[in-house]
Protein backbone atom coordinates (compact mmCIF):
# COMPACT_ATOMS: atom_id res chain seq x y z
CA UNK A 1 0.00 0.00 0.00
CA UNK A 2 1.01 3.74 -0.95
CA UNK A 3 2.36 5.83 2.03
CA UNK A 4 0.10 8.55 2.40
CA UNK A 5 1.96 11.59 3.99
CA UNK A 6 5.46 12.83 3.39
CA UNK A 7 6.73 14.65 6.48
CA UNK A 8 9.68 16.89 4.56
CA UNK A 9 11.73 18.69 6.65
CA UNK A 10 12.91 21.69 4.48
CA UNK A 11 14.94 23.06 7.53
CA UNK A 12 16.21 22.47 10.89
CA UNK A 13 16.93 26.31 11.25
CA UNK A 14 14.24 28.09 13.37
CA UNK A 15 14.14 32.13 14.30
CA UNK A 16 12.14 31.57 17.31
CA UNK A 17 13.37 30.34 20.31
CA UNK A 18 10.08 28.01 22.36
CA UNK A 19 10.63 26.76 25.36
CA UNK A 20 9.10 23.55 23.87
CA UNK A 21 11.23 22.40 21.38
CA UNK A 22 14.97 21.89 21.38
CA UNK A 23 15.31 22.55 17.10
CA UNK A 24 17.05 25.88 17.36
CA UNK A 25 19.48 24.89 19.86
CA UNK A 26 21.30 22.27 17.10
CA UNK A 27 23.55 22.81 14.65
CA UNK A 28 21.37 22.69 11.41
CA UNK A 29 22.44 20.47 8.63
CA UNK A 30 23.67 21.58 4.96
CA UNK A 31 19.98 21.44 3.13
CA UNK A 32 19.44 19.82 -0.32
CA UNK A 33 18.59 22.18 -3.51
CA UNK A 34 15.81 22.73 -5.07
CA UNK A 35 17.11 19.98 -7.92
CA UNK A 36 17.34 17.15 -5.54
CA UNK A 37 13.88 18.52 -3.71
CA UNK A 38 12.34 18.11 -6.97
CA UNK A 39 13.45 14.71 -7.96
CA UNK A 40 12.32 13.76 -4.24
CA UNK A 41 8.86 15.00 -5.04
CA UNK A 42 8.78 13.40 -8.53
CA UNK A 43 9.43 9.64 -6.49
CA UNK A 44 7.00 10.65 -3.68
CA UNK A 45 4.34 11.06 -6.77
CA UNK A 46 5.58 7.74 -8.23
CA UNK A 47 5.37 6.42 -5.04
CA UNK A 48 1.47 7.18 -4.63
CA UNK A 49 1.90 9.91 -1.35
CA UNK A 50 -0.74 12.32 -1.62
CA UNK A 51 0.16 14.75 0.69
CA UNK A 52 3.45 16.83 1.43
CA UNK A 53 3.55 18.27 4.21
CA UNK A 54 6.99 20.56 4.42
CA UNK A 55 7.89 21.37 7.44
CA UNK A 56 10.83 22.42 10.16
CA UNK A 57 12.47 24.47 11.92
CA UNK A 58 11.06 27.21 9.84
CA UNK A 59 10.01 26.73 6.44
CA UNK A 60 9.76 30.07 5.32
CA UNK A 61 13.61 30.60 6.15
CA UNK A 62 14.45 29.25 2.70
CA UNK A 63 14.65 31.39 0.33
CA UNK A 64 13.29 29.47 -2.59
CA UNK A 65 10.21 28.20 -0.20
CA UNK A 66 7.97 29.20 -3.24
CA UNK A 67 9.50 27.34 -6.03
CA UNK A 68 9.29 24.46 -3.74
CA UNK A 69 5.86 24.85 -3.21
CA UNK A 70 5.18 25.64 -6.58
CA UNK A 71 7.08 22.14 -7.67
CA UNK A 72 5.02 20.55 -5.53
CA UNK A 73 1.36 21.73 -6.58
CA UNK A 74 2.63 21.16 -10.36
CA UNK A 75 2.90 17.52 -9.48
CA UNK A 76 -0.61 17.50 -7.49
CA UNK A 77 0.10 16.86 -4.17
CA UNK A 78 -1.85 19.18 -1.29
CA UNK A 79 0.22 20.90 1.05
CA UNK A 80 0.78 22.31 4.03
CA UNK A 81 2.67 24.87 5.91
CA UNK A 82 3.20 25.70 9.53
CA UNK A 83 4.92 29.17 10.59
CA UNK A 84 5.67 31.08 13.30
CA UNK A 85 4.84 33.93 11.45
CA UNK A 86 7.81 35.96 11.57
CA UNK A 87 8.48 35.96 7.67
CA UNK A 88 5.04 35.17 6.76
CA UNK A 89 3.88 39.28 6.26
CA UNK A 90 7.14 39.24 3.61
CA UNK A 91 6.44 36.06 2.17
CA UNK A 92 3.08 35.90 1.74
CA UNK A 93 2.10 37.17 -2.02
CA UNK A 94 4.48 34.65 -3.07
CA UNK A 95 3.31 31.70 -1.37
CA UNK A 96 -0.19 32.88 -2.27
CA UNK A 97 -2.06 30.18 -3.94
CA UNK A 98 0.29 27.22 -2.92
CA UNK A 99 -0.65 26.05 0.31
CA UNK A 100 -3.86 24.17 0.65
CA UNK A 101 -3.45 24.02 4.51
CA UNK A 102 -1.91 27.39 5.88
CA UNK A 103 -1.22 26.87 9.73
CA UNK A 104 -0.29 29.71 11.66
CA UNK A 105 1.09 28.74 15.27
CA UNK A 106 -0.80 30.27 18.40
CA UNK A 107 0.33 29.22 21.97
CA UNK A 108 -1.86 31.79 24.05
CA UNK A 109 -4.64 34.77 23.43
CA UNK A 110 -2.20 37.85 24.88
CA UNK A 111 0.84 38.67 23.68
CA UNK A 112 2.59 37.94 27.12
CA UNK A 113 1.44 34.02 27.26
CA UNK A 114 2.55 33.40 23.58
CA UNK A 115 5.96 35.82 23.70
CA UNK A 116 7.04 34.00 26.83
CA UNK A 117 6.42 30.43 25.09
CA UNK A 118 8.13 31.48 21.73
CA UNK A 119 10.77 33.27 23.32
CA UNK A 120 11.05 36.12 20.93
CA UNK A 121 7.58 39.01 20.24
CA UNK A 122 5.57 37.32 17.82
CA UNK A 123 1.98 38.11 19.50
CA UNK A 124 1.43 40.96 16.44
CA UNK A 125 2.78 38.97 13.72
CA UNK A 126 0.53 36.15 14.14
CA UNK A 127 -2.63 39.14 14.10
CA UNK A 128 -0.89 40.73 10.85
CA UNK A 129 -0.21 37.70 9.18
CA UNK A 130 -3.71 36.53 9.66
CA UNK A 131 -5.01 39.87 8.24
CA UNK A 132 -2.92 39.86 5.46
CA UNK A 133 -3.68 36.08 4.84
CA UNK A 134 -7.72 36.92 4.21
CA UNK A 135 -6.68 39.80 2.59
CA UNK A 136 -5.17 37.85 -0.02
CA UNK A 137 -7.99 35.13 -0.17
CA UNK A 138 -6.32 32.46 2.00
CA UNK A 139 -7.85 31.00 4.64
CA UNK A 140 -5.65 30.54 7.59
CA UNK A 141 -5.78 27.99 10.37
CA UNK A 142 -4.20 29.18 14.02
CA UNK A 143 -2.81 25.84 15.10
CA UNK A 144 -2.81 26.03 19.19
CA UNK A 145 -1.16 23.09 21.27
CA UNK A 146 -2.25 22.20 24.59
CA UNK A 147 -0.41 21.76 27.60
CA UNK A 148 -1.11 21.18 31.32
CA UNK A 149 -0.05 24.66 30.66
CA UNK A 150 -2.87 26.02 28.94
CA UNK A 151 -5.70 23.67 28.96
CA UNK A 152 -7.44 25.79 31.07
CA UNK A 153 -7.27 28.90 28.28
CA UNK A 154 -9.09 27.14 25.67
CA UNK A 155 -12.04 29.91 25.58
CA UNK A 156 -9.60 32.81 25.05
CA UNK A 157 -7.77 31.13 22.35
CA UNK A 158 -11.52 30.14 20.50
CA UNK A 159 -12.53 33.80 21.28
CA UNK A 160 -9.20 35.70 20.16
CA UNK A 161 -9.70 32.67 16.57
CA UNK A 162 -13.49 33.93 16.50
CA UNK A 163 -12.71 37.92 16.52
CA UNK A 164 -10.18 37.44 13.68
CA UNK A 165 -12.75 35.37 11.61
CA UNK A 166 -10.69 32.01 11.35
CA UNK A 167 -10.75 28.63 13.04
CA UNK A 168 -8.36 27.49 15.24
CA UNK A 169 -6.96 24.03 15.58
CA UNK A 170 -6.17 22.39 19.08
CA UNK A 171 -3.53 20.02 19.52
CA UNK A 172 -2.94 17.91 22.35
CA UNK A 173 1.24 18.32 23.34
CA UNK A 174 3.67 15.34 23.28
CA UNK A 175 7.11 15.52 24.39
CA UNK A 176 9.54 13.99 21.57
CA UNK A 177 13.37 15.59 21.85
CA UNK A 178 16.06 13.54 23.85
CA UNK A 179 13.98 14.40 27.31
CA UNK A 180 11.26 12.55 25.44
CA UNK A 181 8.93 10.75 28.83
CA UNK A 182 5.71 9.28 27.78
CA UNK A 183 4.46 9.58 31.37
CA UNK A 184 4.25 13.24 30.30
CA UNK A 185 1.70 12.49 27.08
CA UNK A 186 -1.76 14.89 28.06
CA UNK A 187 -4.09 13.95 30.16
CA UNK A 188 -7.47 12.86 30.85
CA UNK A 189 -8.26 16.53 32.10
CA UNK A 190 -7.21 18.01 28.78
CA UNK A 191 -8.66 15.39 26.84
CA UNK A 192 -11.90 16.57 28.54
CA UNK A 193 -10.90 20.90 27.99
CA UNK A 194 -10.12 20.41 23.80
CA UNK A 195 -13.79 18.25 23.56
CA UNK A 196 -15.78 20.54 25.77
CA UNK A 197 -14.74 23.76 24.19
CA UNK A 198 -15.10 22.12 20.88
CA UNK A 199 -18.58 22.16 21.52
CA UNK A 200 -18.87 25.66 22.90
CA UNK A 201 -17.37 27.10 19.65
CA UNK A 202 -17.80 26.16 16.10
CA UNK A 203 -14.68 27.49 15.18
CA UNK A 204 -12.38 25.06 16.96
CA UNK A 205 -11.10 21.61 15.36
CA UNK A 206 -9.57 18.84 16.98
CA UNK A 207 -8.71 15.20 15.88
CA UNK A 208 -11.10 12.60 17.97
CA UNK A 209 -8.91 10.08 16.97
CA UNK A 210 -6.34 11.77 19.06
CA UNK A 211 -7.71 12.34 21.99
CA UNK A 212 -9.31 8.37 22.12
CA UNK A 213 -5.54 7.38 22.02
CA UNK A 214 -4.31 9.41 24.39
CA UNK A 215 -7.42 7.78 26.67
CA UNK A 216 -6.21 4.42 25.59
CA UNK A 217 -2.65 4.90 26.82
CA UNK A 218 -1.09 5.39 23.32
CA UNK A 219 0.89 3.17 21.21
CA UNK A 220 1.17 -0.28 22.59
CA UNK A 221 4.15 -1.62 21.34
CA UNK A 222 2.82 -5.55 21.79
CA UNK A 223 -0.43 -4.64 19.38
CA UNK A 224 1.10 -1.32 18.07
CA UNK A 225 -1.30 1.50 16.24
CA UNK A 226 1.58 3.62 15.26
CA UNK A 227 2.38 2.46 11.47
CA UNK A 228 5.26 4.87 11.03
CA UNK A 229 7.06 3.20 7.59
CA UNK A 230 3.62 2.44 5.85
CA UNK A 231 1.85 5.56 6.17
CA UNK A 232 4.14 8.31 5.97
CA UNK A 233 7.90 9.35 4.73
CA UNK A 234 10.06 11.21 6.76
CA UNK A 235 13.00 13.04 4.66
CA UNK A 236 15.50 15.47 6.47
CA UNK A 237 17.14 18.52 5.25
CA UNK A 238 20.44 17.15 4.03
CA UNK A 239 18.28 14.78 1.93
CA UNK A 240 18.33 11.48 4.29
CA UNK A 241 15.12 9.17 4.47
CA UNK A 242 14.69 8.83 8.46
CA UNK A 243 13.55 5.99 9.93
CA UNK A 244 11.20 4.67 11.77
CA UNK A 245 9.98 8.46 11.93
CA UNK A 246 11.89 12.00 12.48
CA UNK A 247 11.53 12.12 16.31
CA UNK A 248 13.01 8.82 17.14
CA UNK A 249 15.31 7.95 13.84
CA UNK A 250 16.97 5.26 14.75
CA UNK A 251 18.50 5.28 11.20
CA UNK A 252 19.33 7.73 8.18
CA UNK A 253 19.75 6.46 4.44
CA UNK A 254 20.97 9.12 2.25
CA UNK A 255 18.78 9.35 -0.77
CA UNK A 256 21.17 10.27 -3.61
CA UNK A 257 18.55 10.77 -6.15
CA UNK A 258 16.83 7.38 -5.24
CA UNK A 259 14.02 7.26 -3.17
CA UNK A 260 11.34 5.48 -4.67
CA UNK A 261 13.84 2.43 -4.88
CA UNK A 262 15.27 2.99 -1.90
CA UNK A 263 12.03 3.27 0.06
CA UNK A 264 10.52 -0.10 -1.95
CA UNK A 265 13.85 -2.08 -1.60
CA UNK A 266 15.76 -1.08 0.93
CA UNK A 267 16.70 -3.91 3.43
CA UNK A 268 17.05 -1.34 6.29
CA UNK A 269 13.32 -0.08 5.74
CA UNK A 270 11.84 -3.42 5.41
CA UNK A 271 13.70 -4.35 9.05
CA UNK A 272 11.96 -0.97 10.11
CA UNK A 273 8.73 -1.83 8.49
CA UNK A 274 8.41 -5.10 10.71
CA UNK A 275 9.48 -3.06 13.89
CA UNK A 276 7.34 0.02 13.25
CA UNK A 277 5.69 0.87 16.55
CA UNK A 278 7.32 -2.29 18.17
CA UNK A 279 10.13 -0.40 19.35
CA UNK A 280 11.02 0.56 23.15
CA UNK A 281 11.12 4.42 22.70
CA UNK A 282 7.64 3.76 21.13
CA UNK A 283 5.87 2.66 24.01
CA UNK A 284 3.09 5.32 24.97
CA UNK A 285 3.95 7.33 21.72
CA UNK A 286 1.18 10.09 20.73
CA UNK A 287 3.47 12.26 18.27
CA UNK A 288 0.71 12.82 15.70
CA UNK A 289 3.01 13.95 12.38
CA UNK A 290 3.22 9.35 12.62
CA UNK A 291 0.26 8.23 13.97
CA UNK A 292 -2.46 10.36 12.87
CA UNK A 293 -1.51 9.29 8.82
CA UNK A 294 -1.02 5.34 10.73
CA UNK A 295 -4.47 5.86 11.74
CA UNK A 296 -5.79 5.14 7.92
CA UNK A 297 -3.82 2.05 7.63
CA UNK A 298 -6.18 -0.42 9.14
CA UNK A 299 -9.53 -0.09 9.70
CA UNK A 300 -10.96 -0.13 13.12
CA UNK A 301 -12.19 2.96 15.78
CA UNK A 302 -9.39 5.31 15.19
CA UNK A 303 -9.66 5.02 11.34
CA UNK A 304 -13.44 6.21 11.73
CA UNK A 305 -12.47 8.80 13.99
CA UNK A 306 -9.77 10.15 12.04
CA UNK A 307 -11.77 10.37 8.69
CA UNK A 308 -14.51 11.93 10.55
CA UNK A 309 -12.37 14.23 12.36
CA UNK A 310 -11.05 15.44 8.86
CA UNK A 311 -14.43 15.25 7.01
CA UNK A 312 -15.80 17.86 9.42
CA UNK A 313 -12.60 19.98 9.83
CA UNK A 314 -13.21 19.84 5.73
CA UNK A 315 -16.61 20.84 6.03
CA UNK A 316 -15.91 23.79 8.42
CA UNK A 317 -12.95 25.51 6.76
CA UNK A 318 -15.58 25.25 2.99
CA UNK A 319 -18.22 27.18 5.31
CA UNK A 320 -15.88 29.69 6.61
CA UNK A 321 -14.16 30.20 3.17
Known sequence: ???????????????????????W????????????????????????VKYVDFTGGEPLLRRDVADIYAQAKQLGFATSLTTNTMLYPQKAREMQGLVDFLNFSLDGADATTHNQSRGVP?????????????????YPVLNHTVTAQNYQNLADVATLARELGVRVWLNPAFTAHESYDASKNPTGDIVDAIANIARKFPNVGYNRAALAFIQAGGNDTENPRCKAIDAAIAISPDNQLLLPCYHFAQDSLPIEGNLY????????????????GKLPVCEGCTIWCSLVPSFFKGFDKY???NASSYIREFLARKITS
Open 261 to 276: DLYRQSATVEKHRQLQ
Open 122 to 138: LFNKVIESVKIARDLGE
Open 303 to 305: WFL
Open 1 to 23: MAPLVANYYLTYRCNARCHFCNI
Open 25 to 48: QQPAPPEADLATIRDNLRDLRRLG
